[in-house]
């Protein structure tokens, strides 16, 4: 396979939580889907969210799964937002191009247990650790190593839902499932059950947690050998996608001359992160994943950019390219918009650990 990696980072150790913060800010995608500001903190007063709320805006979320309603009926898209929105969306899409209509009375749920942070203002949110088991594939699947749709449901997950204001509707934010055998960390906890909240710019842990994003980015990029990979922990959601990218392009063919890269990047979804019992922090966070095959030119932005050989479109990505399309011959992209939950200890020798992934294909580009 012919690919090109994105420019590794030749970075200090001492400099690389500052290089982090600087992509963060400027790697953001014209695709963005709605969102709440990117702190996870201020706005107009408001009290804790409560177990009874949180009961409620879950309850309504499961007899909406049950029933198919928010992968079938546009108007379910208001009481989504963020990679919710962006996976529900993209799974309309995919429904229509097939003419089919989705039914989630496949899924199963456990009892939840809520994280509820002792956040005072807008945006509310809150957090639902729930197992879930299926009898089939779900909406909006990942993109598996080999380019097909994989099954998310099955296993544990970290469902965030969010609140902008005290006359809006709680909306589904995220869906992250837990990597297998992974457990969430303890929860600092008051008295009443809730968590203190982890301002995003905290300097005391390991990296800030605004910056947790951009360093896994850095490993899932360039693999083992990136800096980041001295604060950031091997695994399925970080040397796992750079070596799934590295040999299978998501089930993107290469035609000879052209090249391939891939590029973990930052979104401007809203961040939020909770404080876990040891001091560190449970981060959660949106990135998109772009997958492309171009022809040099492109890639080099040079002059002239003259058609290669075809480029083969894979099943999956038909339904996000536009009706008729021509078979491209100088670009094709495929862009996921992916939920992380990240833990992001107190200090070293703990590394920072990508623990659950959500979301879906996004966007599709051909040329």
């Known amino acids: 396979m012919a690919y090109r990696k994105r420019g590794t980072r030749l970075l200090s150790a001492a400099g690389l939580a500052v290089a982090a913060a600087l992509a963060i800010q400027g790697c953001t995608s014209s695709a963005a889907p709605p969102a709440a500001n990117a702190s996870g903190q201020g706005g107009d007063a408001a009290s804790a969210v409560t177990i009874a709320e949180a009961s409620k805006a879950f309850a309504a979320y499961r007899a909406a799964i049950f029933t198919g ?174 070596q799934a990218e590295h040999d299978t392009l998501l089930g993107l063919s290469v035609p000879p001359g052209d090249v391939s890269q891939w590029e973990l990047e930052g979104s401007n979804v809203s961040k939020f992160a909770l404080r876990t019992a040891d001091g560190g922090a449970l981060v959660f966070y949106t990135m998109y994943l772009n997958t492309t095959v171009e022809v040099p030119a492109l890639l080099n932005k040079s002059e002239p950019v003259k058609p290669g050989p075809p480029i083969a479109v894979p099943p999956y990505l038909a339904p996000l390219l536009a009706p008729g399309a021509s078979t491209p011959r100088k670009h094709l992209e495929a862009q996921q918009l992916l939920s992380f939950a990240t833990v992001d200890p107190p200090g070293g020798p703990a590394k920072i650990q990508v623990i659950a992934i959500g979301g879906g294909l996004n966007y599709a580009y051909e040329s």
Request: a negative charge; zero cysteines.
């Open 69 to 242: 309603a928010y992968y079938n009926d546009a108007k379910s898209l208001a009481y989504t937002t963020g990679t919710a929105w962006a996976t529900y969306d993209t799974a309309q899409r995919v429904y229509r191009y097939h003419h089919q209509q989705a039914a989630g009375g496949g899924i199963r749920f456990g009892a939840p247990i809520f994280y509820l942070p002792d956040s005072a203002g807008y945006p509310q949110w809150f957090v639902a650790d729930v197992k879930t088991t299926s009898s089939g594939p779900a909406p909006g699947a990942l993109i598996s190593a080999n380019g097909t749709p994989e099954a998310i449901s099955n296993g544990r997950h970290l469902v965030l839902f969010e609140k902008v204001t005290a006359t809006g509707p709680w909306q589904l934010a995220s869906d992250s499932r837990l990597a297998p055998g992974v457990s969430p960390p303890a929860l600092a906890k008051d008295d009443t059950g809730h968590v203190p909240i982890v301002p995003l710019s905290d300097t005391a842990l390991l990296a800030r947690p605004d910056v947790a994003g951009a360093l896994q980015a850095a490993v899932v990029d360039d693999g083992p050998a990136s800096p980041a990979a001295s604060v950031v922990a091997s695994g399925p959601l970080t040397t796992g996608i750079y």
